[in-house]
């Protein structure tokens, strides 16, 4: 028995050695492999932050030492954690990375590394618990791969140029506490977590995220919403105001037709009219006994929009009394289609009221504005808050932008002077416009096709918001976007827009922000400054002896930006090259337009480039 256990016990000390043999190769070559790789990180600083490095005479346990290196501990070189933020460091990711096999924390942010985020990271360092790369100009796509690293807490991505959708499969990291990705050009919906992540801050500027508790929500599809649905609200909505307006006009407490001093709305031009009794009393007639509710015409709009839980219905006798019966002395504006008004509702707060001038006429339009700015929600555009269909009244109600319009800011009027726009608020302005433009464009393919200074509303945080989508077209049309405009959009709605002719409008708003000066498209005809500034500043910006001082609005000179503001003009000459073809992507000026303000913070809420130290605060009455 004994001679017979002599050959396994001799194979199993032959198997003992063999495994301690191969355990002490693989442990020296670990060793030299996270030696070479330190060495290659070491190569990526310009600014000599790994000098101490010393590789001459390592001995074992001795990079443990190095900055920025973790190990277990001081005796063995097994690395578990690299933290090398803010060393300045240029190139590709490290991908020899991948030979600290037993890595738990890579912290790589505020470098000057590019290109893209291996897509195999959870394969090669599968025991990470954080990975920060923010601040960089990794591009590309999110990994999916990212997913499965279960045991990950730290995920921070934020400050690059990560393009795509972000991986559902994110939410189901079981350990993740820490995760944003904001200031990226992502789109697309967020991920829903099963643990507890706060995510306030951790989607901000980006250009097409949506879905969650602080974003908007996202699109849905055609037949998401039962059409039956739509026609309830829609049905109930008017059966409501009908019994609003009855109470209204014939109870004996109403003061509807004690009523004298009311005025007539203006219409079909912007020219005020007599403001007689007899007009007075004829809209307090139509506003009581013609309130015969479109019924259609409301599920339509319900309908349009795919937004039923966001958009109300407003009885026209309610914005009557909110606007003073549409007083000339509540006009914010006057434009083609219609009259906007200010109206002020019972607990204090405000709205804007835009009544089209013809129901029939200007139908496509009312439509396509439900269409769009009910359906589609982004922090850059106006928000549609409901409509008012009744007998003749078109009616729109938005959110009240208490800064009124970017052209009120910029030119003088009727010899009222400009207020003043410090170069900080204008460049804020230019950056917001052009990520609700990258939004339109990119996300839902939609281009504006009328815009100008007029048309963008800034809020109380001077934020800019996009109006006015009377003339908008898409550059592609979904199965649900076609049967909508088939069946209601008489006349047809056109596709195929072109959204060089919004990069176009938005270089004019960049040089009417630069110059304060109300600017006609360029034409070969005249190379005054007078006459077509845009064509005589982009022919000469670069070959010929244009005078900076005198393009600019002269209250930006001796501000301390002449350089920003020449790079900007740069920025706005790509946007209104002659050829369409020549003519940048948005989502490439957006970018460009954060590049210029590199280095500024945020203020005013996440979704605003702001420089501490270099804005004022500007209100006005």
């Given amino acids: 028995m004994p001679s017979e256990m002599k050959p396994a016990t001799r194979n199993l000390d032959v198997l003992l050695t063999l495994w301690t043999f191969l355990r002490l190769f693989m ?17 990526l600083d310009p600014f000599g932050h790994f000098s101490s490095w010393d590789f001459e005479s390592i001995t074992e346990g001795e990079i443990c030492r190095f900055s920025g290196v973790e190990c277990w501990n001081y005796v063995e070189d097994t690395v578990i954690g690299l933290s090398l933020s803010n060393m300045g460091l240029k190139g590709q990711f490290p991908l020899c990375i991948e030979n600290f096999t037993w890595l738990q924390t890579l912290n790589l942010s505020h470098n000057e590394l590019f290109g893209y985020i291996p897509s195999d990271i959870s394969t090669k360092l599968p025991h990470l618990t954080l990975l920060d790369l923010s601040s960089n100009n990794f591009n590309g796509e999110i990994p999916k791969g990212i997913a499965k690293l279960s045991g990950l807490i730290t995920l921070r991505l934020d400050g690059n140029q ?33 643990s507890n992540v706060n995510v306030s801050l951790s989607y901000a500027n980006n ?16 037949f998401g919403r039962s059409f039956w649905y739509s026609f309830i609200i829609g049905f109930v909505s008017s059966a409501t105001c009908v019994l609003v307006a009855f109470i209204y006009y014939y109870a004996p407490w109403t ?28 809209l307090q007639e139509q506003a009581s006994k013609e309130v015969t509710p479109s019924l259609f015409l409301s599920v339509v709009a319900l309908y349009l929009s795919s937004n039923t839980d966001a958009l109300l219905f407003f009885c026209f006798v309610e914005l009557c009394k909110a606007t003073d019966y549409f007083s000339p002395d ?9 009259i906007m008004y200010k109206a002020k509702v019972p607990n204090n707060c405000f709205l804007a009221v835009k009544r089209l001038y013809d129901a029939e006429k200007y139908k496509r339009e009312f439509l396509l504005e439900t269409m769009i700015t009910g359906r589609h929600r982004h922090t850059n555009m106006v928000p549609l808050l409901g409509f008012c269909i009744e007998k003749n009244e078109r009616i729109l109600v938005y959110k009240y932008m208490s800064n009124g319009r970017l052209s ?32 339109l464009h990119k996300r839902c393919k939609i281009v504006h096709l009328n815009l100008d200074s007029e048309c963008v509303l800034l809020d109380q945080n001077f934020g800019p918001k996009i109006s006015n989508f009377g003339k908008a ?10 049967v909508r405009i088939k069946l209601f959009l008489i006349g047809g709605l056109g596709v195929k827009g072109s959204a060089e002719k919004d990069v176009y409008d938005f270089g004019m708003i ?24 845009v064509n005589y500043i982009s022919n000469n910006l670069f070959t010929g002896p244009v005078d900076f001082y005198d393009a600019i609005d002269q209250s930006l000179i001796g501000t301390g930006f002449d350089d920003k503001i020449h790079r900007l003009l740069e920025v706005a000459c790509d946007c209104v090259k002659a050829s369409s073809k020549q003519r940048p992507k948005m989502v490439d000026v957006h970018k460009s337009l954060r590049a210029l303000w590199e280095g500024y913070k945020p203020c005013f809420g996440s979704e605003n480039l702001i420089p501490y130290g270099q804005i004022t605060c500007i209100c006005r009455n």
């Avoid at 670990?30 to 990180?41: F, K, N, P, V, W």
């Fill in 330 to 338: 509540n006009v914010l504006g006057i434009g083609t289609t219609g």
């Fill in 473 to 482: 077209k898409f550059l592609h049309q979904t199965v649900e976007d076609h």
């Fill in 510 to 533: 960049l040089f009417e922000l630069i110059t304060g000066k109300r600017l006609s498209p360029m034409t070969d005809s005249s190379d005054s400054v007078n006459g077509h500034l």
């Fill in 408 to 439: 009120d800011w910029l030119h003088s009027d009727e010899g009222h002077q400009a207020v003043k726009l410090e170069w900080p608020m204008r460049i804020h302005i230019a950056i917001g416009l052009s990520r609700g433009l990258s939004w």
């Fill in 162 to 194: 990560l393009t795509g959708q972000i991986p559902q499969e994110l939410g189901l990291l079981p350990r993740l506490g820490d995760f944003s990705v904001a200031n990226n050009l992502l789109e697309g919906p967020v991920p829903v977590f099963v």
């Fill in 27 to 43: 442990a020296g070559y670990g060793a030299e492999s996270e030696i070479y790789c330190l060495q290659t990180i070491k190569k």
């Fill in 207 to 222: 250009i097409g995220l949506c879905g969650g508790a602080l974003l908007e929500s996202c699109d849905e599809s055609l």
């Fill in 255 to 282: 003061e509807f037709k004690k009523r004298s001093n009311a005025v007539h709305p203006l219409r079909n031009n912007q020219n005020h009219q007599k403001n007689t009794r007899q007009e007075t009393l004829a």
